[in-house]
């Protein structure tokens, strides 16, 4: 099944540009995740907020989560070519087994 | 680089043979899971194995079979399938299962592409 949905679907950026990615979901969560996929690879884990924080940063990562809207956005600051993936979102039911369910993503692209 | 192996990266398979694709761990995680991913679209739960014991099944048709022959192996077999099974199959796994574990980083396998003809 599928938790939320990912905003925009796709989203065209220059380089050193930065890139706002948005995520809804629709139950109660433990932790809310972003992955990153490049095209036909497997997925890498960037970072994890839990459901009693609001912020977190990593490098040039930086996620919100507010669990009264169910929303979280994850922001890439200073995006470079290689920032050009899928990102997903995936939260973490609160359900006592750890079942990740994935948004729909946002295809990223940064143009040189 | 992922420390999930999956082989192989690529299978193509009638829709009367039996195969099946592997995956394997040495990060002493004692959960591992299947997902199934079509094109353009997010990862699908299809099982997860803790301890060894499969806990999770999202209801996926018995044409898939999955196997943990130990806390390192994880297989899924695959017989009778049809065409629209084609899909990238990502094995991914973690620390544990549980409230315990709520929060431990998911490591995913670089997935086998299937293709059925």
């Known amino acids: 099944s599928q938790q939320g949905e990912e905003d925009p679907q796709a989203l065209s950026i220059q380089e050193g540009e930065n890139a706002t990615m948005n995520c809804s979901y629709k139950t109660s969560i433990n932790n809310l995740q972003w992955y990153r996929q490049n095209s036909g690879r497997g997925l890498v884990h960037l970072i994890l907020i839990r459901s009693n924080e609001r912020e977190k940063h990593s490098g040039r990562l930086r996620v919100t989560l507010d669990t009264s809207k169910k929303s979280s956005s994850l922001l890439i600051t200073a995006s470079r070519a290689a920032d050009t993936a899928s990102y997903f979102c995936a939260t973490d039911e609160d359900t006592g087994f750890q079942k990740l369910v994935f948004g729909t993503g946002t295809r990223l692209l940064v143009s040189p | 680089d992922t420390e999930v192996t999956q082989t192989p990266k690529h299978l193509v398979m009638g829709m009367t043979n039996k195969k099946s694709l592997k995956c394997e761990q040495h990060m002493g995680h004692r959960a591992m899971y299947w997902y199934k991913q079509k094109a353009k679209k997010p990862p699908e739960l299809m099982f997860v194995?803790?301890?060894?014991?499969?806990?999770i099944n999202e209801s996926v048709p018995s044409r898939f079979s999955p196997e943990c022959p130990n806390s390192s192996l994880l297989n899924l077999h695959l017989h009778a399938l049809q065409p629209e099974d084609s899909a990238l199959y990502l094995c991914a796994s973690s620390r544990g299962q549980g409230a315990l574990h709520s929060g431990n980083t998911i490591y995913f396998g670089e997935g086998s592409w299937l293709t059925v003809v």
């Open positions: 194995y803790s301890y060894e014991k499969l806990s």
